[in-house]
């Protein structure tokens, strides 16, 4: 079977070392520290990109072809509704950015940084669940 069939999702690509995971043909980046809220945790401050570019590196030494990049969370600063509790990964991490071209910025920018090393882009992880996001669907599919 082509290795390109067959991806994974590793917690820790982007503090492990490559030695110490298992080759794949394709891996998806989220949950592993990764997220938008993480790379810029500030508006006006400078990008995080030191998890990101680990991730992306280890899954090229480990031999992926395919790299997706789920995007979400939403950064405190961003979020619509910034002290929502529901969010899993912090205050206002589930909430829809308060203008769309927060996100927007965000995406042009890792588009830019990381060019065809990152193949695909999820636009949010799970947004039909609370714990990831409460915008509605007609914002979500603007986004999209």
């Known amino acids: 079977m082509p290795a390109g069939l067959f991806g994974q999702h590793v917690a820790s690509i982007a503090s492990a070392k ?32 030191g998890p990101l570019d680990a991730a992306v590196n280890n899954a090229r030494a480990l031999g992926a072809a395919e790299i997706m990049y789920t995007l979400g969370s939403t950064p405190q600063w961003a979020a619509s ?33 990381y060019g065809s090393r990152i193949t695909s882009y999820q636009v949010w992880n799970e947004a039909n669940l609370k714990d990831f996001y409460l915008g509605s669907p007609k914002q979500m599919a603007q986004l999209t």
């Open 81 to 113: 509704d910034p002290n929502s509790k529901l969010g899993l990964y912090g205050p206002g991490s589930n909430s829809h950015p308060k203008a769309n071209s927060y996100y927007t910025d965000y995406l042009k920018a890792v588009a830019q940084r």
């Open 18 to 49: 490559p030695a110490t995971l298992t080759r794949v043909g394709a891996i998806r980046l989220w949950d592993s520290g990764v997220t938008w809220r993480a790379i810029q945790p500030t508006k006006n401050g400078p990008y995080n990109w």
